[in-house]
T-cell receptor
């Protein structure tokens, strides 16, 4: 149980385009979902927390207009990287949890901007 | 910010127990200790969590000191597939996870 699916697993696109990443909880309803970014040989950095039906809460230093988060249902959250540039290339990971339960993570999306 | 400190790396012989320590001296009464591991290029995998009692599941055991300022994750019989970065995180039920740098465990044949 507690499976989180992330799609796509990797994407390559041109500079200036927007990229959408989906995160789904497959067998549970997630009251909260989280988005992280991880650069090579570094730890995970929390970007934002989203609760279903409300606006995401962004960590300090994360541009909310750059990284658009939508959490429209209890099983789906999306992260859109708008006008992506090479410095946005990274490993993006989502997680989801039910109330009072551990977070469960997706397998990540490797984003490469050319 | 991460509230835990872990050794950056450890080695363990295959088949032996791997004991991974974590210090969390500023933990508060309602904060749980969580352990996750991340195998290269994958998302973190939940291992175990606890509040103050020792816990055991099919993957590992978690030993929390009586003062709760430190804990140890025990993998009883390490295999090569246990090679990963192990993260110790403290958090209360309502708040976010902040990852520290973790311990890179290498299981040696």
């Amino acid at each position: 149980g507690a499976v989180v699916s992330q799609h796509p697993s990797w994407v390559i696109c041109k500079s200036g385009t927007s990229v959408k990443i989906e995160c789904r909880s497959l067998d549970f309803q997630a009251t909260t979902m989280f988005w992280y970014r991880q650069f090579p040989k570094q730890s995970l950095m929390l970007m934002a927390t989203s609760n279903e039906g409300s606006k995401a809460t962004y960590e300090q230093g994360v541009e909310k207009d750059k990284f658009l988060i939508n959490h429209a249902s209890l099983t789906l959250s999306t992260l859109t990287v708008t006008s992506a540039h090479p410095e946005d290339s990274s490993f993006y990971i989502c997680s989801a949890r039910q109330a009072h339960q551990p977070q469960h993570f997706g397998d990540g999306t490797r984003l490469s901007i050319l | 910010d991460a509230k835990t400190t872990q050794p950056p790396s450890m080695d363990c012989a295959e088949g032996r127990a791997a004991n991974l320590p974590c210090n969390h001296s500023t933990i508060s009464g309602n904060e749980y200790v969580y352990w996750y591991r991340q195998i290269h290029s994958q998302g973190p995998q939940y291992i175990i969590h606890g509040l103050k009692n020792n816990e055991t599941n099919e993957m590992a055991s978690l030993i929390i000191t009586e003062d709760r300022k430190s804990s140890t994750l025990i993998l009883p019989h390490a295999t090569l597939r246990d090679t990963a970065v192990y993260y110790c995180i403290v958090r209360d039920t309502g708040n976010q996870f902040y990852f520290g740098t973790g311990t890179s465990l290498t299981v040696i044949p």
